[in-house]
């Protein structure tokens, strides 16, 4: 058996997203990293139990979670804190937290884990159009918090060299988060607030003093189905 670091993949899952699933998981079982050394852990959200015992069926741990009337936001982030503690509870290395639409390259644990930081990101682009832009964002010295937050869409040439790159934030979607780490991670929505939990993350990182970085030459491939067509605005 391979001495490598035991690493757990999950992420929040739901029926929406079946329609690039069985890809997904074809993909992650030919990542390069020893297939011994990870596990499949998903926090199933659909409106009905039927997808998760479905998951369990063809050997997928998964865990549903319910809505119980509540928003998206309250409910992602219980699926997000519910892959943390899945990682926790069982004594992984890292938690590679990776959306059920996020592809990324076969050799991508591999170039995260040699960055060597508590919280190693790949990248991929969000939105479409004139208003497509990698999943980054700066923060200024002098300021504090998510609200100062920017993207990069006018000035990625200045950014995207294939280094690692510190940031506020990076892709959640393919986020390597290291065992020391994982125990400071809440992920969790703020009552008032509209910003989804990964802002929060992000923003409790920052006020830890845990730096996020992102590797921009690992990219992947998001067949975000909601946000465009896919293979025509998702290439």
């Not at 959306?99 to 990324?104: A, K, L, R, V």
């Not at 979607?173 to 939990?197: N, S």
């Amino acid at each position: 058996m391979s001495k490598a670091p035991k690493i757990l993949i999950a992420a929040p899952q739901a029926d929406v997203k079946n329609y690039c699933f069985v890809d997904w998981l074809l993909n992650v079982k030919r990542f390069s990293y020893p297939q011994d050394r990870i596990e499949i852990f998903l926090a199933d959200n659909s409106d009905t139990e039927d997808n998760t015992i479905r998951l369990n069926e063809i050997g997928v741990t998964a865990k549903y979670i319910p809505k119980n009337g509540r928003g998206i936001i309250e409910t992602m982030a219980e699926c997000h804190q519910a892959c943390v503690d899945y990682a926790i509870e069982n004594n992984f290395d890292y938690l590679l937290h990776l959306e059920t639409d996020i592809f990324p390259k076969h050799d991508i644990l591999e170039k995260l884990i040699t960055m060597n930081k508590p919280i190693a990101c790949g990248l991929y682009h969000i939105f479409d159009g004139a208003y497509r832009e990698p999943m980054l964002r700066m923060i200024e010295k002098d300021n504090q918090g998510y609200v100062r937050a920017y993207g990069i869409n006018t000035a990625q040439g200045n950014y995207l060299d294939g280094k690692p790159l510190n940031v506020f934030s990076g892709a959640l979607g393919c986020t390597l988060i290291r065992k020391d780490v994982l125990p400071k991670v809440k992920f969790r929505a703020v009552e008032g607030e509209m910003q989804h939990p990964d802002t929060w993350f992000a923003n409790d990182m920052k006020n830890q003093n845990i730096p996020v970085t992102v590797h921009t030459g690992a990219f992947c491939e998001h067949k975000n189905k909601s946000w465009g067509t896919f293979n025509i605005n998702f290439k």
